[in-house]
């Protein structure tokens, strides 16, 4: 399902995901920007990898001296550049993160939240190996996922989505041990510690797992 959200939650709808979010979830979602916002230093350049219509952006464009968001929905990345469109530091492009166009070392820190690493449903090394292809050394790399703490305020939020008519019916049958699944054919999983650093192995990176507000696993890598 690669076009899962540009077909199914985009733009309007994706902010609706947010919207209905219960407190706690709320909670998880502004502790996962203010973790990555807290990376940045003034000036840096940064890029977002998945932005949507740059809900996390606005919070690292107020830290950053550059700021890119990229996505593959058109009508989400049309939102964020209405709603951002007085951040004069942040820019939306259209984008596939597995083929980044940009040339290579050029930003000093580089962002992916809220489960991409999964939910882009791209090969996870080659995601990892874009993004930090794109940072210079000594430049920061930022992928999270859920927390297996945060398992019931997740599929509370889902079912909630379902209620709204936002994404389709959980299916019960393959939805636990970390994995979302719905009827409509969305489906998402969140990676153990272990799995997650697996996916700095091999690359030149200093890589640590950082647990945020029992809710997320952030991997940080600095390219050496």
């Known amino acids: 399902m690669p076009d ?5 939650l ?4 994706l ?10 979830v709320r909670q998880y979602l502004d502790a996962e920007a203010a973790y990555a916002a807290s990376k940045i230093r003034p000036g840096d350049r940064v890029l977002e990898l998945g932005c949507g219509y740059g809900r996390v952006l606005r919070r690292l ?3 950053a001296g550059l700021t890119i ?3 593959t929905s058109e009508p989400s990345l049309q939102m964020g550049t209405r709603v951002l469109r007085t951040v004069r530091n942040c820019y939306f492009m259209a984008m596939d993160a597995e083929r980044l166009g940009f040339r290579d070392g050029v930003f000093d820190v580089v962002a992916c939240v809220q489960n991409g690493i999964s939910a882009f449903h791209l090969d996870q090394r080659l995601l990892v190996a874009e993004a930090l292809r794109v940072t ?8 999270s996922t859920y927390s297996d703490r945060f398992w019931e305020q997740r599929l509370r939020w889902f079912q909630l989505q379902y209620k ?3 994404v389709g019916e959980l299916d019960e049958s393959r939805t636990g041990n970390g994995v979302i699944a719905c009827r409509d054919g969305f489906t998402g999983t969140a990676f153990s510690p272990d799995q997650l650093m697996s996916f700095a192995s091999g690359f030149d990176v200093d890589a640590r797992i950082t647990e945020v507000d029992e809710s997320s696993l952030f991997l940080e890598m600095t390219r050496r």
Do not use: K, T, W
């Open 136 to 143: 210079r050394p000594g430049g920061i790399v930022l992928f």
């Open 10 to 13: 985009s733009a309007d709808r």
């Open 61 to 63: 464009a107020a830290r």
């Open 69 to 71: 968001g990229i996505d």
């Open 4 to 8: 899962y959200y540009s077909d199914h």
């Open 164 to 166: 709204a008519g936002l």
């Open 15 to 24: 902010g609706q995901v947010y919207e209905i979010a219960p407190p706690r």
